[in-house]
Every structure is written in C-alpha cells, then in structure tokens.
C-alpha cells in the first residue's frame, strides 16, 4: 500500500511566488500566481525586462497584469516595456504618483537608465479597491510616506501582503525623497499594516521578507528605539 500523503486539492499550493532582483538597485521584482490556473501577476518591473521575460517563461506561467507599488524609477523602469511585449494592463499605484510615472524618463537619466519610458497605468489604485489573477484576491491599503502613492497588496486568504517599499525587514522606506513624509510612513505602517495581524508575511521591494510580528517586535522604527 502506498503510504505518501497527497492529492487532495485542498492540500495543494493555492499560490506561487519567486523573485526577481533587477537592476543596479537589485529591486525585488515579484511573480506571484495562482496555482491551479498559472495565472500569474508581475509587481514592480524596474527594469531587465529581458531578465524577468525569462523568468515567466521558466516558470510557466502567463502574466495577465502588471501591478505597481509605487512610482519611483526603481520599481516602474520596465513596466511600459513589459506592458507593451506581454500586452497585458497596469494597474496601480495610487494616482497620487502620477508626477513620478510622467517622470520616469528624467529620473532614468540620473541613473543611466536609458531605455525607459513615460507612462500612465490603465487603472490607478486607492484605498479600498480590489485586484485578483485568477482566483486570488488582493485587497488595496493606500500607505503614503515613502511616497505619496504608495499602495500595498494584501490577501486575507493567504495571509500574505507585498508591501513595496513602505516596510522592510528591520526598516522602513525611506522618506528623503521629494513627496517622502517620515510621520506618514509610520501613521501608515501603525494604521494600515500592523492591525492585519501579526501572522501575515510580506515581500519588500529590497532584501529579505518578514512578517508583521516580526516587525511589530523588533523593528527600531517601530519599538520606538530610532
């Protein structure tokens, strides 16, 4: 008798996730899908778009939406490309950051980053709003401070957010950018991202994931100790 556990359709995976560091800023651009139909979603292309097209084909999936956590060039350098080769919509980030995606250009010159373009999403997002890919629902948490659109993604479900650049693990985003408020990312982080309960994991923009406890626990921008 066969003693391995398994196919129960409820013990498998319901979603998938891998990262992708691009560019100089090795920015966590993320492909998160839903498994049983490999409708897939990309957050953030900053940039090596060629990178992250190798990436989805590894994968295989198929990217239906492009979603965008905020506007700065790091997290939106490859988004007008990619939209263009997948032929697929954007959706985000809060219209609060339309000076920054009108901007791209510019910002992209500072940073050698030639080959990117202006752009607007096909939907704005704010406070309240829903996005799905396939069967996975994300709810929408406007958290300004890092910039003044920042949104992030949030799954009840999965008890899973990507939070761009607002949290980090041991940090917060920083706030020395034109639009950047240090008080308003902590309200945000305090009032939106904390009381989703200490269990909820995340993916940031850079470096290595957390959870909210994790963070609620020891962050110094949190505990009070910076």
Same mark, same amino acid.
């Given at each position: 008798m066969d003693d391995t556990t398994e196919t129960k359709p409820e013990n498998k995976p319901k979603a998938g996730a891998i990262i992708v560091p691009v560019t100089l800023f090795e920015q966590n651009c993320t492909i998160i899908w839903h498994e049983p139909t490999k409708k897939a979603v990309v957050i953030d292309p900053g940039g090596d778009v060629p990178k992250i097209q190798a990436a989805i084909k590894q994968t295989g999936v198929t990217v239906e939406k492009i979603w965008l956590t905020h506007g700065h060039i790091d997290h939106v350098g490859g988004a007008a490309e990619l939209r263009d080769a997948l032929q697929v919509k954007i959706e985000g980030p809060h219209i609060a950051d339309k000076y920054l995606l009108e901007n791209v250009v510019s910002s992209g010159e500072r940073f050698g980053m030639t080959d990117v373009r202006n752009f607007g999403p096909d939907r704005w997002l704010d406070e309240g709003d829903q996005v799905s890919i396939g069967d996975l629902t994300f709810?929408?948490?406007?958290? $300004?401070?890092?910039? $003044?659109? *920042?949104?992030? !993604? !949030?799954?009840?479900?999965?008890?899973?957010?990507?939070?761009?650049?607002?949290?980090?693990?041991? *940090?917060?985003?920083?706030?020395?950018?034109?639009?950047?408020?240090? $008080?308003?990312?902590?309200?945000?982080?305090?009032?939106?991202?904390?009381?989703?309960?200490?269990?909820?994991? !995340?993916?940031?923009?850079?470096?290595?994931? *957390? *959870?909210?406890?994790?963070?609620?626990?020891?962050n110094p921008f949190l505990t009070g100790e910076m």
């Amino acid at each position: 008798m066969d003693d391995t556990t398994e196919t129960k359709p409820e013990n498998k995976p319901k979603a998938g996730a891998i990262i992708v560091p691009v560019t100089l800023f090795e920015q966590n651009c993320t492909i998160i899908w839903h498994e049983p139909t490999k409708k897939a979603v990309v957050i953030d292309p900053g940039g090596d778009v060629p990178k992250i097209q190798a990436a989805i084909k590894q994968t295989g999936v198929t990217v239906e939406k492009i979603w965008l956590t905020h506007g700065h060039i790091d997290h939106v350098g490859g988004a007008a490309e990619l939209r263009d080769a997948l032929q697929v919509k954007i959706e985000g980030p809060h219209i609060a950051d339309k000076y920054l995606l009108e901007n791209v250009v510019s910002s992209g010159e500072r940073f050698g980053m030639t080959d990117v373009r202006n752009f607007g999403p096909d939907r704005w997002l704010d406070e309240g709003d829903q996005v799905s890919i396939g069967d996975l629902t994300f709810d929408i948490l406007h958290c $300004p401070g890092h910039s $003044p659109g *920042s949104v992030v !993604f !949030f799954n009840k479900e999965l008890r899973f957010a990507h939070v761009g650049d607002v949290l980090f693990a041991g *940090s917060v985003g920083r706030t020395d950018l034109p639009g950047g408020s240090h $008080p308003m990312l902590i309200q945000s982080i305090k009032e939106k991202l904390l009381p989703l309960g200490d269990d909820v994991g !995340f993916i940031c923009g850079h470096g290595a994931g *957390s *959870s909210i406890g994790q963070e609620r626990m020891t962050n110094p921008f949190l505990t009070g100790e910076m």
